[in-house]
C-alpha cells in the first residue's frame, strides 16, 4: 500500500498546472459578472483578456485563443456592440483595425486583474515566499518553448 505522499495516483504537473490557471481564469470570470458585466460569456471574458493597451488585431486573438478567425471576430463584434471594445485604425498598417478595450473594457479588466492578484497573494501565503518566488521563476523559464507570443 503506498504512503500519503506516492504520486502514482495524483495528476501530472501539466494537469496540476491547468487546475491552477483555470481557479484565476474562473475567479477573474466572477470578478468581471461581479463588475457588473453580466452580459459577458466566459469565452468573451477570455478574449477580452488577450487585447493588449494599445489594441490587437482580431487574427492576433485568434491565434492567441486557439480559435479560428471567424469566431474571433463574431466574439469581437458582440464585445463591440456590448461596448467592451472598439475597433480603430492600425497605426502601422492603415488597411488593417485593431481591437482596443473601451474605458468600460478596461474597468472590467481592472475588476478581473485585481481578483487575480488577490489570488496569487493567496497563493504566496500558502506556499511561503520562497515557493512562490520559485514557482513564478520556474514558469519563466518555461515561457520561451511554451508561449509563442513570448
Do not use: C
Not at 483578456?49 to 487574427?59: E, N
Request: a negative charge; charged letters at 30%; aromatic letters at 4%.
Amino acid at each position: 500500500m503506498p504512503d500519503d505522499s506516492s504520486t502514482e495516483d495524483q495528476p501530472n504537473v501539466g494537469v496540476l498546472m491547468y487546475v491552477a490557471a483555470r481557479s484565476l481564469e474562473a475567479r477573474a470570470y466572477d470578478a468581471v459578472v461581479a463588475a457588473g458585466a453580466v452580459d459577458v460569456t466566459p469565452t468573451q471574458a477570455r478574449l477580452m483578456a488577450q487585447v493588449d493597451p494599445d489594441g490587437t488585431r482580431t487574427v492576433t486573438l485568434a491565434a492567441r485563443a486557439r480559435i479560428t478567425k471567424q469566431s474571433a471576430g463574431f466574439l469581437v463584434d458582440q464585445l463591440e456592440r456590448a461596448g467592451y471594445v472598439e475597433r480603430v485604425p492600425d497605426p502601422a498598417d492603415g488597411r488593417a483595425k485593431l481591437v482596443r478595450l473601451t474605458r468600460r473594457g478596461r474597468a472590467v479588466g481592472d475588476a478581473a486583474d485585481a481578483v487575480v492578484a488577490e489570488s496569487l497573494r493567496e497563493w504566496e501565503q500558502h506556499l511561503g515566499a520562497a515557493r512562490m518566488r520559485a514557482l513564478e521563476e520556474t514558469m519563466r523559464l518555461l515561457r520561451p518553448i511554451t508561449d509563442p507570443w513570448a
